[in-house]
């Protein structure tokens, strides 16, 4: 984060966006070491700039642009950005409008060198660069003023869209010409935290009104003329090709343009979805399926269980398990299995392609633009700037839309390459579904041995699933000696290892051909669940309080403690509760955040109801609390889905699910209560997007224990 | 075929068959109504016929000749609609792509009964899923609208 | 009770525990019309029978519920998405069951899942409920001729019920995925008359 203090190390430009009266603010950043990696594959280094790139555009008219290097796509980055931006820039809030930004290198991500959002990394990666953007402008608009009223700047300053010196005033609007000829300053000075007017107070979001009037432009929603909807018929198991086609009933439905192999499948051109889709269901294919066709999820059971009785790769390792196992007093054993599943984002996954001479131009939610850019650029032979992205809001993202293959952006580019006209392809909802890039199936098998003080003095955990990362571009990186640092985050880096002198992760990473994503939360949203069940039946080997067991087990852990003590004196841990209500905790850092939630549930005729769950969340410095609250209360929906419906399964290679009737989602009257507490902190940001998913299972598993006696080791949590 | 929608009739030039929702989005270019699942399980594509909650997605456009239909794009005119006036107080919104469906279920449950209780709340609503969870805030903000509408 | 097998057993005990006791059963209802022309009660019950195995077929009763969550498929699961009765049988305030179900069954060309139709699709209302769930044949039949449970019809207005209203024949026709009422709705409306021609008499 040092680069960030000295704005001289960075280029800094200015572009005629907007005409001549606006003040535009960009930095150039030299792309990292990351960039370099995820590149191999495609994207070339970064070159020239792409214009207008900036972060803030000022008008004549007032108006203060925020452009955004990260997609919106629910978890409030459209507010988040621009509040940092209006920190420093003293700007009229209400003058406030947001854009997403081109594809460029300008907008490269801090930390990972390209284009992206994901990880929960916006906030904190982009805390330093947009401050520092509203710094800089709000020191030129200020120093236009002075120029013209001839005085010291230092005896101008910034005030709600306005250079205030004495009794004179000028808008920001009125400055914005001028400013823009000034030479910026090569430093700025930024607020300390307690100048801060903006950080850390709840903030309404910019794009309300337009997602409640329905002008919010999603990627399905892109309309011009000379548009095709496109919808393709793809193998019905994972590696499946088409042997041979006939095309001629999906032809000779009303509207159908052209019906068109691309290497996913057989795509149906049409003037609209409907006509489309009829087309699409006309198709007569016969497909090589391949060996795709023999995937089994209760076969793939098996296969994982055997693995688990292997030691598989090492991930973490201290002291001597096997020793200290045997001279454990207590020892418990246990296996956990959680499913495939699918990210079920609302709307379904969509690229428009508009094919051109000089280049492509792409319509779609992505949170991979750079690679997005790359891949669709080598399908039409371009360089990587002829392709212009337009990325709208995201109908829901949860790492489905960060695909390192791009496949998405690929197979549409292939379509409108291939029909030579621009097309939008749509996936339908069982298109969706069935499309594979699931969360890894999983299955842990733990062994821990108990000292006569209850507490764990060996643990052994072996992990079977997918690797994430294997054959991406990432791969390099984060795949360490066979490890997967996705598929064992969160249980190797555990912080009750720390406080156990015998441990062993062990990994295993199984082929299955099934392709694999990260799922809001990623290997958190398996680790989260196994550790947190599993201290719990620790606790319950050892008759101790599970939250006096996690709090002897985490004592050099300050701020899991502090969230794990916060919400169980919020949910008044060991009070009475009424009849039938039981309680159940979970507490678990991910993305640099730590999150404790308690759950509430009740459980009648096998049937769990969660009513209330007390959610403490650090997060570090809090940028918008409303959008902290907001992100815990959606991590719970997300993962109380996961843990009491969600399950994909195969069967003869088929995905057996296709819609909600078969997939369902948590509904209004199962929504418990929640209530979010957020521990003051002057730490670092840490992510917010994703941490509240990994505690809301085990915390009611764990809840489910107290209820019934039943420990549910397997996901969706099932009593009959 | 003539339909009615928010107020203005249109000339439609398809087959009966075709899903009102394919031609409010593709015919008409009145994309805030959202398609979900094409099977009424998600309610992303509610619309108003006639001031009735209705799943566009699986109702053929030949059955609504002649009657009229409201979207999302039709709520509010000048103002926006005491719904939509709660949703942006209560700060409901976040990926916003069920809302559209969320607003108008939300609209006609107040149409039928202005002071819903929570478990009428519940009922009505629990035909519109929201995949980023803004369950908690659509039930204030539904709350929210009551009171607005009623003042 | 509810397969086709079950119900021919049915009869034959019916039909051989007949006499005295069954006519004194059917004596307490002597509101009923005097059995037209030659239908034995006899006859009437063993054609009760087949009405009682239609009602209590999944496409009748999944609506005909004693709670107020109506029931779906065969297995008659609680209807997804917190489907209620509401106050007149026609779905919750603001979610109607004409939210997802028309006047007709979506095209067969869309598939199975989705929402089936038929003009006037509802429940009973909370007030007459109706219930063919869990109620014996013999409930089941005082139920249906009960004018103050069944929307004021008289033995005459039950027949043409069942005969033509769109709801009812929707059980025949219920769309793609589902299995249609067995026996065939002729059939049943022409057990439906016998038994109204018996006098409607009904089972203990």
Same mark, same amino acid.
């Given at each position: 984060?040092?680069?960030?203090?000295?704005?001289?190390?960075?280029?800094?430009?200015?572009?005629?966006?907007?005409?001549?009266? #606006?003040?535009?603010?960009?930095?150039?950043?030299?792309?990292?070491?990351?960039?370099?990696?995820?590149?191999?594959?495609?994207?070339?280094?970064?070159?020239?700039?792409?214009?207008?790139?900036?972060?803030?555009?000022?008008?004549?008219?007032?108006?203060?642009?925020?452009?955004?290097?990260?997609?919106?796509?629910?978890?409030? !980055?459209?507010?988040?950005?621009? !509040?940092?931006?209006?920190?420093?820039?003293?700007?009229?809030?209400?003058?406030?409008?947001?854009?997403?930004?081109?594809?460029?290198?300008?907008?490269?991500?801090?930390?990972?060198?390209?284009?992206? +959002?994901?990880?929960?990394?916006?906030?904190?990666?982009?805390?330093?660069?947009?401050?520092?953007?509203?710094?800089?402008?709000?020191?030129?608009?200020?120093?236009?003023?002075?120029?013209?009223?001839?005085?010291?700047?230092? #005896?101008?300053?910034?005030?709600?869209?306005?250079?205030?010196?004495?009794?004179?005033?000028?808008?920001?609007?009125?400055?914005?010409?001028?400013?823009?000829?000034?030479?910026?300053?090569?430093?700025?000075?930024?607020?300390?935290?307690?100048?801060?007017? =903006?950080?850390?107070?709840?903030? =309404?979001?910019?794009?309300?009104?337009?997602?409640?009037?329905?002008?919010?432009?999603?990627?399905?929603?892109?309309?011009? *003329?000379?548009?095709?909807?496109?919808?393709?018929?793809?193998?019905?198991?994972?590696?499946?090709?088409? &042997?041979?086609?006939?095309?001629?009933?999906?032809?000779?439905?009303?509207?159908? &343009?052209?019906?068109?192999?691309?290497?996913?499948?057989?795509?149906?051109?049409?003037?609209?979805?409907?006509?489309?889709?009829?087309?699409?269901?006309?198709?007569?294919?016969?497909?090589?399926?391949?060996?795709?066709?023999?995937?089994?999820?209760?076969?793939? =059971?098996?296969?994982?269980?055997?693995?688990?009785?292997?030691?598989?790769?090492?991930?973490?390792?201290?002291?001597?398990?096997?020793?200290?196992?045997?001279?454990?007093?207590?020892?418990?054993?246990?296996?956990?299995?959680?499913?495939?599943?699918?990210?079920?984002?609302?709307?379904?996954?969509?690229?428009?392609?508009? *094919?051109?001479?000089?280049?492509?131009?792409?319509?779609?939610?992505?949170?991979?633009? +750079?690679?997005?850019?790359?891949?669709?650029?080598?399908?039409?032979?371009?360089?990587?700037?002829?392709? &212009?992205?337009?990325? +709208?809001?995201?109908?829901?993202?949860?790492?489905?839309?960060?695909?390192?293959?791009?496949?998405?952006?690929?197979?549409?580019?292939?379509?409108? &390459?291939?029909?030579?006209?621009?097309?939008?392809?749509?996936?339908?909802?069982?298109?969706?579904? =069935?499309?594979?890039?699931?969360?890894?199936?999983?299955?842990?098998?733990?062994?821990?041995?108990?000292?006569?003080?209850?507490?764990?003095?060996?643990?052994?955990?072996?992990?079977?699933?997918?690797?994430?990362?294997?054959?991406?571009?990432?791969?390099?990186?984060? !795949?360490?000696?066979?490890?997967?640092?996705?598929?064992?985050?969160?249980?190797?880096?555990?912080?009750?290892?720390?406080?156990?002198?015998?441990?062993?992760?062990?990994?295993?990473?199984?082929?299955?051909?099934?392709?694999?994503?990260?799922?809001?939360?990623?290997?958190?949203?398996?680790?989260?669940?196994?550790?947190?069940?599993?201290?719990?039946?620790?606790?319950?080997?050892?008759?101790?309080?599970?939250?006096?067991?996690?709090?002897?087990?985490?004592?050099?852990?300050?701020?899991?403690?502090?969230?794990?003590?916060?919400?169980?004196?919020?949910?008044?841990?060991?009070?009475?509760?009424?009849?039938? +209500?039981?309680?159940?905790?979970?507490?678990?850092? #991910?993305?640099?955040?730590?999150?404790?939630?308690?759950?509430?549930?009740?459980?009648?005729?096998?049937?769990?109801?969660?009513?209330?769950?007390?959610?403490?969340?650090?997060?570090?410095?809090?940028?918008?609390?409303?959008?902290?609250?907001?992100?815990?209360?959606?991590?719970?929906?997300?993962?109380?889905?996961?843990?009491?419906?969600?399950?994909?399964?195969?069967?003869?290679?088929?995905?057996?699910?296709?819609?909600?009737?078969?997939?369902?989602?948590?509904?209004?009257?199962?929504? *418990?209560?929640?209530?979010?507490? !957020?521990?003051?902190?002057?730490?670092?940001?840490?992510?917010?997007?994703?941490?509240?998913?990994?505690?809301?299972?085990?915390?009611?598993?764990?809840?489910?224990?107290?209820?019934?006696?039943?420990?549910?080791?397997?996901?969706?949590?099932?009593?009959? | 075929?003539?339909?009615?929608?928010?107020?203005?009739?249109?000339?439609?030039?398809?087959?009966?068959?075709?899903?009102?929702?394919?031609?409010?989005?593709?015919?008409?270019?009145?994309?805030?109504?959202? %398609?979900?699942?094409?099977?009424?399980?998600?309610?992303?594509?509610?619309?108003?016929?006639?001031?009735?909650?209705?799943?566009?997605?699986?109702?053929?456009?030949?059955?609504?000749?002649?009657?009229?239909?409201?979207?999302?794009?039709?709520?509010?005119?000048?103002?926006?609609?005491?719904?939509?006036?709660?949703?942006?107080?209560?700060?409901?919104?976040?990926?916003? %792509?069920?809302?559209?469906?969320?607003?108008?279920?939300?609209?006609?449950?107040?149409?039928?009964?202005?002071?819903?209780?929570?478990?009428?709340?519940?009922?009505?609503?629990?035909?519109?899923?929201?995949?980023?969870?803004? %369950?908690?805030?659509?039930?204030?903000?539904?709350?929210?609208?009551?009171?607005?509408?009623?003042? | 009770?509810?397969?086709?097998?079950?119900?021919?057993?049915?009869?034959?005990?019916?039909?051989?525990?007949?006499?005295?006791?069954?006519?004194?059963?059917?004596?307490?209802?002597?509101?009923?019309?005097?059995?037209?022309?030659?239908?034995?009660?006899?006859?009437?019950?063993?054609?009760?029978?087949?009405?009682?195995?239609?009602?209590?077929?999944?496409?009748?009763?999944?609506?005909?519920?004693?709670?107020?969550?109506?029931?779906?498929?065969?297995?008659?699961?609680?209807?997804?998405?917190?489907?209620?009765?509401?106050?007149?049988?026609?779905?919750?305030?603001?979610?109607?069951?004409?939210?997802?179900?028309?006047?007709?069954?979506?095209?067969?060309?869309?598939?199975?899942?989705?929402?089936?139709?038929?003009?006037?699709?509802? $429940?009973?209302?909370?007030?007459?409920?109706?219930?063919?769930?869990?109620?014996?044949?013999?409930?089941?039949?005082?139920?249906?001729?009960?004018?103050?449970?069944?929307?004021?019809?008289?033995?005459?207005?039950? $027949?043409?019920?069942?005969?033509?209203?769109?709801?009812?024949?929707?059980?025949?026709?219920?769309?793609?995925?589902?299995?249609?009422?067995?026996?065939?709705?002729?059939?049943?409306?022409?057990?439906?008359?016998?038994?109204?021609?018996?006098?409607?008499?009904?089972?203990?």
């Amino acid at each position: 984060m040092d680069a960030f203090k000295d704005v001289s190390r960075r280029q800094f430009f200015r572009a005629s966006a907007g005409g001549a009266a #606006s003040l535009v603010i960009g930095f150039y950043l030299p792309a990292r070491s990351i960039l370099a990696m995820a590149q191999e594959t495609a994207a070339p280094a970064p070159a020239k700039l792409p214009s207008p790139n900036a972060f803030l555009r000022i008008g004549a008219d007032e108006s203060v642009t925020v452009l955004l290097a990260h997609s919106e796509m629910g978890q409030g !980055i459209w507010t988040t950005l621009p !509040i940092l931006i209006a920190e420093e820039l003293e700007c009229d809030w209400s003058k406030i409008r947001v854009e997403h930004a081109p594809a460029a290198p300008a907008y490269f991500h801090t930390a990972f060198g390209i284009q992206m +959002t994901g990880g929960s990394t916006s906030t904190w990666s982009e805390f330093d660069r947009y401050r520092q953007a509203g710094a800089l402008a709000r020191e030129m608009l200020i120093q236009a003023a002075a120029a013209q009223w001839k005085v010291d700047p230092k #005896s101008c300053r910034a005030e709600e869209g306005f250079v205030v010196c004495g009794g004179k005033k000028l808008s920001f609007g009125k400055l914005a010409a001028a400013a823009q000829k000034l030479t910026p300053p090569s430093r700025v000075e930024l607020k300390t935290s307690k100048e801060w007017k =903006r950080i850390g107070k709840p903030t =309404r979001r910019l794009d309300s009104r337009e997602k409640v009037t329905g002008r919010a432009e999603f990627g399905l929603d892109v309309r011009f *003329p000379g548009l095709m909807t496109a919808v393709v018929a793809r193998a019905p198991v994972f590696g499946g090709k088409v &042997k041979s086609f006939r095309a001629e009933k999906a032809k000779a439905t009303p509207g159908v &343009k052209a019906v068109v192999q691309v290497p996913s499948g057989v795509a149906v051109v049409a003037e609209h979805f409907w006509a489309a889709k009829v087309g699409r269901d006309a198709l007569e294919i016969e497909w090589d399926l391949g060996p795709g066709s023999e995937l089994d999820t209760e076969k793939m =059971r098996e296969d994982f269980r055997a693995l688990s009785q292997k030691p598989g790769l090492k991930a973490a390792a201290a002291g001597d398990v096997e020793t200290a196992m045997r001279g454990a007093g207590t020892k418990i054993e246990a296996e956990y299995e959680l499913p495939y599943l699918a990210h079920a984002t609302m709307e379904p996954l969509n690229c428009t392609v508009k *094919p051109g001479r000089d280049g492509c131009e792409i319509w779609t939610g992505t949170q991979f633009q +750079t690679g997005d850019q790359a891949a669709a650029a080598s399908v039409f032979g371009l360089e990587t700037e002829q392709v &212009k992205i337009h990325t +709208t809001f995201l109908g829901g993202g949860f790492g489905r839309r960060a695909t390192p293959s791009s496949h998405f952006v690929v197979e549409a580019a292939h379509v409108a &390459k291939s029909a030579g006209m621009p097309v939008k392809v749509v996936w339908t909802r069982e298109d969706d579904m =069935r499309g594979g890039y699931y969360r890894p199936m999983w299955m842990h098998r733990l062994n821990a041995g108990l000292g006569g003080d209850g507490l764990p003095i060996a643990w052994r955990q072996t992990i079977v699933g997918q690797s994430i990362l294997e054959g991406t571009p990432f791969a390099k990186m984060m !795949i360490k000696e066979g490890v997967d640092e996705t598929s064992v985050e969160g249980a190797a880096d555990s912080p009750y290892l720390k406080a156990i002198p015998n441990h062993w992760i062990g990994l295993h990473s199984p082929r299955p051909g099934i392709p694999v994503l990260w799922w809001r939360s990623v290997g958190h949203s398996h680790t989260g669940f196994v550790v947190e069940s599993f201290v719990d039946e620790l606790a319950g080997a050892a008759k101790l309080d599970p939250l006096e067991y996690r709090r002897r087990l985490l004592k050099d852990h300050p701020r899991h403690l502090g969230v794990l003590n916060l919400a169980a004196e919020k949910a008044g841990w060991g009070n009475p509760l009424p009849q039938g +209500t039981f309680r159940g905790i979970a507490v678990h850092e #991910s993305f640099g955040s730590f999150v404790a939630q308690v759950a509430e549930v009740s459980v009648e005729k096998n049937r769990i109801r969660v009513h209330r769950v007390v959610c403490a969340v650090d997060c570090g410095i809090c940028v918008n609390p409303s959008g902290v609250a907001a992100q815990m209360e959606s991590g719970v929906v997300f993962g109380l889905t996961a843990a009491l419906y969600g399950e994909v399964r195969f069967k003869e290679g088929r995905v057996q699910q296709s819609n909600f009737h078969d997939y369902p989602l948590l509904r209004l009257h199962e929504m *418990p209560r929640v209530e979010t507490h !957020i521990v003051a902190s002057s730490e670092k940001s840490g992510g917010i997007g994703e941490t509240g998913v990994p505690p809301i299972a085990p915390a009611v598993a764990n809840a489910v224990f107290a209820a019934t006696g039943k420990r549910i080791r397997r996901l969706p949590l099932r009593l009959a | 075929m003539k339909l009615i929608v928010n107020g203005k009739e249109h000339e439609v030039m398809t087959p009966g068959e075709t899903p009102l929702l394919w031609v409010l989005r593709d015919f008409l270019g009145l994309t805030g109504t959202k %398609y979900g699942c094409g099977m009424a399980q998600c309610g992303a594509c509610t619309v108003h016929i006639d001031d009735q909650a209705v799943r566009s997605c699986v109702l053929p456009v030949g059955a609504v000749a002649g009657r009229s239909v409201t979207t999302i794009e039709g709520l509010s005119s000048a103002e926006l609609h005491p719904v939509q006036r709660a949703w942006i107080e209560t700060d409901v919104v976040q990926c916003g %792509y069920c809302q559209p469906g969320q607003i108008m279920a939300a609209a006609a449950l107040l149409k039928v009964k202005a002071k819903p209780s929570d478990a009428d709340i519940d009922a009505a609503l629990c035909g519109n899923l929201c995949r980023c969870g803004t %369950y908690q805030r659509i039930r204030a903000a539904v709350r929210r609208a009551s009171e607005i509408a009623g003042a | 009770m509810r397969t086709s097998r079950d119900s021919g057993l049915r009869n034959v005990l019916l039909i051989a525990l007949g006499g005295a006791a069954l006519l004194a059963n059917a004596t307490r209802f002597s509101a009923t019309p005097a059995p037209v022309a030659a239908v034995s009660e006899q006859e009437g019950l063993a054609a009760f029978e087949t009405v009682r195995a239609v009602l209590q077929h999944p496409r009748c009763q999944n609506c005909h519920i004693p709670g107020d969550a109506p029931l779906q498929f065969d297995e008659g699961r609680p209807h997804a998405q917190n489907v209620l009765r509401g106050p007149d049988g026609k779905g919750a305030p603001g979610f109607a069951c004409g939210t997802c179900h028309f006047t007709a069954n979506p095209p067969a060309s869309w598939g199975p899942h989705m929402p089936p139709g038929a003009p006037n699709w509802h $429940l009973p209302p909370p007030q007459t409920k109706m219930v063919f769930i869990g109620v014996s044949s013999g409930e089941l039949c005082r139920t249906l001729k009960d004018e103050k449970a069944n929307g004021g019809k008289d033995l005459a207005a039950l $027949l043409e019920h069942v005969s033509h209203d769109k709801l009812v024949l929707w059980g025949w026709s219920p769309g793609v995925g589902r299995d249609p009422v067995s026996p065939p709705h002729a059939e049943f409306a022409a057990k439906f008359k016998v038994w109204v021609d018996a006098g409607a008499p009904c089972p203990r």
